[in-house]
């Protein structure tokens, strides 16, 4: 294979859990021009990533919103010659979705490899296959098992789970000169945030654990949250003591050196926690919606959370459908006892 195509466009979290597939094909075929379709919104962590040659940029959101304007027409007009004009031999569609497959399509590929029927939320994507692919069960089998189960298909041979995350020297400095300036040495990442309303544990409940973390453990907390949490950050900080609880902005490749230091990350499925687990910190995941054997951390020293008495557990869905969120009234001793039981492995 000389010129392969990747189609995950979003979001940050996903596109960590395809990275070890996408390593493994460049370990494989380290002189094949390798390009990825990433929508804009998410293109941030894959800049400068070393196993891949281009990201094609794409603005779905923007074009729905405005279907018929010239720029929307001329980006899909250009996307698509483009996409013929650079004659992939193989085109692996990691995100299963109707748009992914078609842009798999569309691209000429001979191989277009996705997943099968029963993994795909949306079905039809595999009639628009030439390879399709079942990985184990959808819900209890992780989903970079899942990814790394499409280049296996093709002879690729995944020997290993590794995140190439590139990170500049510029944000190495900038987490170490704010931790310096903050006086923040030995702490725990606590991330309120999360794409879906049902994934949040609530904001004050953060704040009561970043206070049992000082009292009991003697260990700061650095609150992390995304450009339109600023919400979320303030309610955890009025929980918790000023001396020991401090926000830190960042963007998403600075979180990368931020957790590498932390001696947890604590918080919801979502990208920063699935980065932080790239990276090998230890999380406590808090879990309802979705699965922790499918979408969880997966480090040996990593822990989730999760009511598992209750049966709509898993449910992915957006909104809770009962209207309670139950699945996240979780409790900070049950968080706080598995903290006290992971002490030993705190980094010094």
Same mark, same amino acid.
């Given at each position: 294979m000389e010129r392969i195509l990747i189609?995950?466009?979003?979001?940050?979290g996903d596109i960590v859990h395809t990275l070890p597939a996408v390593a493994a094909l460049r370990r494989r075929y380290p002189q094949a021009r390798l390009d990825w379709v990433v929508?804009?919104?998410?293109?941030?962590?894959?800049?400068?990533?070393?196993?891949?040659?281009?990201?094609?940029?794409?603005?779905? @959101?923007?074009?729905?919103r405005r279907p018929f304007a010239y720029t929307t027409i001329h980006e899909c007009t250009d996307l698509m010659r483009g996409l013929r004009r650079a004659r992939y031999d193989v085109a692996i569609d990691f995100q299963g979705l109707?748009?992914?497959?078609?842009?798999?399509?569309i691209s000429g590929a001979e191989v277009r490899v996705g997943f099968a029927g029963t993994h795909l939320r949306e079905a039809a994507a595999q009639f628009l296959y030439t390879q399709k692919v079942t990985?184990?069960?959808a819900q209890h089998t992780h989903i970079i098992t899942q990814n790394n189960a499409l280049v296996q298909s093709l002879g690729v041979p995944v020997e290993e789970w590794t995140f190439p995350i590139a990170v500049t020297a510029e944000d190495e400095a900038y987490v170490e000169g704010q931790l310096q300036k903050l006086g923040v040495t030995r702490y725990a990442i606590i991330n309120p945030g999360g794409g879906w309303v049902n994934k949040l544990w609530p904001a004050e @409940?953060?704040?009561?654990?970043?206070?049992?973390?000082w009292t009991d453990c003697g260990l700061k907390t650095v609150?992390?949250?995304?450009?339109?949490?600023g919400e979320l950050v303030y309610r955890v900080l009025r929980q918790a003591p000023s001396q020991s609880t401090v926000f830190l902005p960042t963007t998403i490749k600075q979180l990368v050196p931020l957790a590498k230091r932390a001696s947890f990350f604590i918080g919801g499925d979502t990208g920063p926690l699935h980065i932080a687990a790239a990276v090998g910190t230890p999380i406590i995941g808090l879990y309802g919606p979705t699965l922790p054997a499918r979408n969880g951390p997966f480090g040996v020293s990593d822990k989730v959370i999760c009511r598992t008495e209750l049966t709509c557990l898993g449910c992915y869905k957006r909104t809770c459908p009962l209207g309670t969120t139950a699945c996240m009234d979780i409790?900070?001793?049950a968080v706080m006892a598995i903290i006290v039981n992971q002490a030993a492995r705190l980094k010094p």
């Open positions: 189609l995950k466009l979003g979001s940050i929508e804009t919104r998410a293109k941030t962590i894959l800049e400068n990533c070393p196993v891949v040659d281009a990201l094609i940029e794409i603005d779905t @959101r923007r074009w729905r109707m748009k992914s497959a078609t842009l798999a399509f990985p184990g069960p @409940r953060y704040g009561q654990l970043a206070s049992r973390l609150v992390t949250a995304g450009p339109a949490e409790e900070v001793d």
